[in-house]
């Protein structure tokens, strides 16, 4: 396949070869339509910058670390390819850790980037993680940090998460709405910023709607396919029962349904469930999951965009703040119990 370089694109448009370069850079310098025409031009020429060629002309390693807990876990996965399509763009490699879940593995995981000299690193949390001590070392060394979903108060970086207080609030109103009234909410770790907010917003839309919350409801814990069982038979076993399951994560969801499958509870009939976070089988289960949408690739897309800006230096760079994505609700037949009972 012939290899188009910055020079053809510069000739396509009868622009000079820096304008286009600053372009492709996302110069403040350059206009908006001026860059929309070089980008619409790059990609039809298939141009690609070369991270080596780049690299060459400073000390930058034209690399960046991303450190996630699962690369098998759908959000991350689709957050990686939002992440690596604005890398690969922009002419850096990107280097995947994974902590599993581990703080011991996460510090082992920064250690490992920094040797690699990234000029900057991306990471979520582990579920272990509540000491960040070990990201502070990175930015006292002055190596820009953007973190995304999992996320920490104690750090003056760059966050970009989604929404997870109004999504938590969306999911719980519309079980409430559908006239559900005790609602149990399963979750994970207590210390997880993802964990604190959707909690918020679940016992917000309770207070909207004048529903008591009920520390009995609420149970957390870990990603473990044999953890959530005992959980529902808990949940179960109070006095009045819940008529409704909002739990923080689709993979959560799963092994709540497949739970109240197994006690022969009906769904919805007996109880509503609910998730977050669309995982792509949520419309092929029985019955299809209502969710909250996690907007996975687009989270990875906006934390590499201002990593790669905090990298390049721009004059024009964004302050830190947090970057809060919009979810959004979908229901499906888990939840739709007038529906079911009007059939």
Not at 234 to 259: N, V
Not at 289 to 318: M, W
């Amino acid at each position: 396949m012939e290899t188009f370089t910055i020079k053809d694109i510069a000739r396509e448009l009868n622009l000079s070869t820096s304008t286009v370069s600053r372009a492709l850079r996302g110069s403040y310098e350059i206009n908006p339509e001026t860059k929309r025409l070089v980008m619409e031009c790059a990609e039809r020429l298939n141009y690609r910058p070369n991270p080596i060629a780049l690299s060459l002309k400073g000390s930058s390693s034209r690399a960046i670390g991303v450190i996630v807990p699962q690369i098998a876990n759908y959000f991350f996965s689709q957050a990686i390819n939002g992440i690596e399509a604005i890398a690969y763009n922009r002419g850096y490699h990107v280097i995947i850790f994974q902590s599993q879940e581990s703080y011991e593995r996460e510090m082992a995981n920064v250690n490992q980037a920094m040797s690699r000299k990234v000029d900057g690193l991306l990471i979520s949390l582990s579920s272990e993680t509540s000491d960040v001590t070990h990201l502070r070392d990175v930015i006292d060394k002055n190596v820009p940090v953007v973190l995304f979903d999992r996320v920490s108060a104690e750090l003056n970086v760059t966050q970009v998460v989604a929404d997870n207080f109004g999504g938590s609030f969306a999911a719980t109103e519309h079980l409430i709405q559908s006239g559900r009234r005790r609602i149990a909410h399963l979750t994970i770790q207590p210390w997880l910023s993802i964990t604190q907010e959707r909690l918020a917003g679940y016992r917000a839309a309770l207070e909207k709607h004048g529903l008591a919350f009920d520390e009995n409801l609420i149970r957390y814990g870990t990603f473990g396919p044999d953890e959530v069982g005992p959980m529902v038979d808990e949940l179960m076993a109070l006095d009045p029962i819940p008529d409704a399951f909002f739990t923080a994560s689709d993979r959560l969801a799963i092994g709540c349904l497949k739970a109240l499958h197994q006690r022969q509870l009906a769904i919805p009939e007996d109880v509503s469930l609910i998730g977050f976070t669309n995982l792509n089988v949520a419309d092929l289960l029985a019955p299809s999951l209502s969710t909250v949408v996690q907007p996975a690739q687009e989270i990875g897309q906006v934390a590499a965009e201002r990593l790669i800006d905090l990298i390049e230096n721009k004059q024009r760079a964004k302050p830190v703040n947090t970057v809060k994505i919009p979810t959004e609700l979908i229901v499906r037949d888990s939840t739709r119990l007038t529906e079911v009972l009007s059939a």
